[in-house]
């Protein structure tokens, strides 16, 4: 049997902890192809997930959003360890920044364009939680309480429910 492990969720300004924040994204370069934010740290929040074990904390990812986002982005980049995929942390990190857009009484959606993974990692996101949420509303919610209870975009419940062939939620 294994121990259950413990996380921390820390918050960074990017405008109060510049090196610190560049330094994840640089971080992140060395396994994103895409990623192209490395110096203008100012406008984003990090969100770093460690493990804590008897030796202390490690990083096992973190996605950065806009302070202020126009296009209710509430995920920017997000990144977890190659030594750390495949346990949940991509999926606990997206999930995260829907509490985040629920905490702030909006919606949310991740920037585009989405990686493979991201768009792989979505879907299976939004999949379970727009399943859940018709579950617990016996099929009977609309798209906008859908995304009312989710936090999840309209546009983006619409395409999942399309690649699910939902159609007659739609």
């Known amino acids: 049997s294994s121990a259950a492990i413990q996380l921390h969720v820390f918050e960074i300004d ?8 560049q330094n994840l994204c640089l971080l992140a ?16 929040l ?16 973190y996605f950065s959003k806009e302070k202020r986002s126009l296009e209710d982005f509430n995920l920017a980049c997000i990144l977890t360890l190659p030594q750390h995929q495949r346990k949940g942390y991509g999926r606990f990190l997206i999930a995260l920044s829907y509490e985040l857009s629920k905490r702030q009484a909006t919606v949310g959606t991740p920037e585009r364009p989405l990686s493979d993974l991201g ?25 906008r309480m859908l995304s009312e209870m989710t936090a999840i975009k309209q546009d983006d419940i619409i395409a999942t429910l399309k690649n699910l062939n939902m159609h007659a939620y739609i």
Not at 14 to 21: A, N, Q, R, W
Not at 34 to 43: A, C, G, I, S
Not at 46 to 61: N, P
């Open 14 to 21: 990017g405008g109060e902890h510049k090196l610190y924040c």
């Open 46 to 61: 990090f969100y770093v997930v460690t493990e804590v074990d008897k030796w202390g904390e490690h990083v096992v990812g």
């Open 119 to 143: 768009q792989v990692s979505y879907r299976s996101y939004w999949t379970h939680v727009l399943l859940m949420a018709l579950r617990a509303t016996h099929c009977s919610a609309s798209i």
């Open 29 to 44: 370069k060395l396994f994103l192809d895409h990623k192209t934010l490395y110096f203008d740290v100012e406008p984003f």
